[in-house]
């Protein structure tokens, strides 16, 4: 029985490529990135990172983008401002956007977070993009939904956004990403929105986890190119022009890593923000770069360098529970129609749990012209999957990350503006001012009808009392036919006599 599962998973990519047609391979891959972050800057997200690390988290952002990625910067709270205006991530749009954070630092945008007014305003110059093309919005918040004092206000514009934007940018292929800060974020609200546009949602529980969880956000919509890194030792390749290696652990510094040659290290730049470290070197020395022993945290190399892995699916999707993801791969120089020969793969796919799967060179079929297809097993679990690729050719090592999110089918939309429990804290008060003025209305309604039953009751007595008296006095005695009251007969002529 072993043996048989052996065999299939062996026969199954192969099975694939025979009986797909050509054409069912001419997919595009991943080659523009369009990206809009938008960080909350209101006076509660102050208070909830006094110590500015979403702009520490945001700086070091900026410095890990590729360039061939195409981004802008806004800040928001009452109103949206404007940091970096949409463009290239080159040296020169890094710099402004990296001066324009040092300005905001410390600045209070206002009590209110204008979320829907960002969201728009990221939206204004971004078309329906291109087959090629993954468009992305990072939303970065510490709260909810909070445009006007009023809450129905707000919640109406949080429907909104569930039922009306949300769809629409799902139609136009724009995902947006959420991150929430502190317990006070509205969590469920930002997951159901980013999951209704294919967008992942993230939290961070103290201000300190930012600069990670952003990180790990930009790794879903860029596509990082990657230096794997094995018991603290990676290769660098002619084609590497420059490496940055972020880590996380105390104690890193330029001394944490040794070079090749100790006389060829090249440019080196340290960038710390309190829980990473980015250590950046231009133009090192090729061969085996190896981390000291006395460092134990964790490590990520991030390349600068044209060959990469490529992929025809965007660094972050979402799939149905149950449904097998397959991946058209390729190592391959940007702009290069050709992917180099003789490549090998690997890799490994980990999920909810403890879900882990090694994939070896069985696991990829290899397709014409040098590209491979990877069928991956269905997704049976709901949650996050994350498929680490390597590939190696010649002295050239990379890797790549793709994220999947398995979701499972919704009974109905989250339509909560603060989490599981909004009449506690959003429409209480309202609520016992509606119900006083409805008590004191009612007790009012209650007095007058009160008062004008008694008056009618008083009327209607006097009136008995009345005719009770005129009965008494005689006065509607009823006179007989032929007399008068005593009975004498009446005189019609007496009058005139």
Request: charged share 20%; hydrophobic share 45%; aromatic share 6%.
């Amino acid at each position: 029985m072993a043996r048989t599962r052996a065999s299939l998973r062996i026969l199954l990519p192969w099975l694939a490529v025979l009986l797909l047609s050509p054409g069912a391979f001419a997919a595009e891959y991943e080659s523009a990135v369009e990206l809009r972050l938008l960080i909350d800057g209101s006076a509660g997200m102050l208070r909830s990172d006094p110590d500015g690390h979403r702009l520490e988290a945001l700086d070091l952002a900026l410095r890990v983008l590729p360039a061939e990625v195409n981004a802008g910067l806004w800040v928001f709270g009452d109103e949206v401002h404007e940091l970096a205006a949409p463009g290239s991530v080159d040296a020169s749009w890094r710099s402004q956007a990296l001066a324009a954070l040092a300005d905001a630092t410390g600045a209070d945008f206002g009590s209110y977070r204008n979320i829907p007014g960002a969201l728009e305003t990221a939206l204004s110059d971004l078309d329906s993009p291109a087959g090629n093309t993954s468009t992305s919005i990072i939303l970065v918040t510490d709260g909810r939904v909070d445009i006007a004092p009023s809450p129905m206000r707000n919640a109406g514009a949080a429907r909104a956004m569930l039922e009306e934007l949300a769809p629409r940018l799902k139609d136009r292929g724009i995902a947006v990403h959420t991150i929430a800060l502190s317990e006070h974020a509205d969590a469920s609200f930002l997951r159901a929105f980013a999951e209704a546009t294919g967008g992942h949602a993230a939290s961070a529980a103290v201000a300190t986890e930012l600069p990670l969880r952003l990180f790990e956000m930009i790794e879903r919509v860029a596509p990082l190119v990657r230096l794997p890194v094995k018991k603290g030792v990676f290769e660098v390749d002619s084609s590497v022009e420059a490496f940055s290696l972020l880590l996380q652990g105390s104690g890193a510094d330029t001394d944490t890593l040794q070079a090749p040659d100790p006389a060829s290290v090249g440019t080196r730049e340290r960038y710390a923000d309190g829980s990473l470290t980015l250590l950046s070197y231009g133009q090192p020395a090729s061969g085996s770069w190896k981390l000291q022993p006395a460092y134990t945290g964790t490590v990520v190399a991030l390349a600068h360098s044209d060959l990469a892995v490529q992929t025809d699916r965007p660094p972050y999707s979402s799939v149905a529970t149950g449904e097998p993801p397959r991946i058209k791969l390729r190592l391959a120089s940007k702009g290069s129609a050709q992917p180099l020969a003789g490549a090998a793969f690997s890799g490994e796919l980990s999920g909810p749990g403890d879900y882990r799967r090694k994939l070896g060179a069985v696991d990829f079929a290899v397709l014409p012209e040098g590209e491979f297809l990877l069928q991956l097993p269905p997704l049976e679990n709901p949650g996050e999957y994350r498929l680490r690729l390597l590939a190696s050719h010649e002295a050239s090592r990379r890797e790549r990350i793709l994220y999947f999110s398995a979701l499972a089918p919704l009974d109905q939309p989250t339509l909560s503006t603060r989490g599981q429990t909004p009449l506690q804290d959003e429409f209480r008060l309202p609520l016992l001012l509606l119900a006083t003025s409805v008590a004191i209305g009612l007790l009012i309604l209650w007095a007058v009808l009160r008062r004008r039953k008694r008056r009618k009751l008083e009327i209607w007595r006097k009136r008995a009392e009345q005719l009770q008296a005129s009965a008494n006095s005689g006065l509607f005695q009823r006179p007989t036919a032929l007399g008068d009251a005593k009975g004498q007969p009446l005189d019609r002529h007496s009058a005139s006599e």
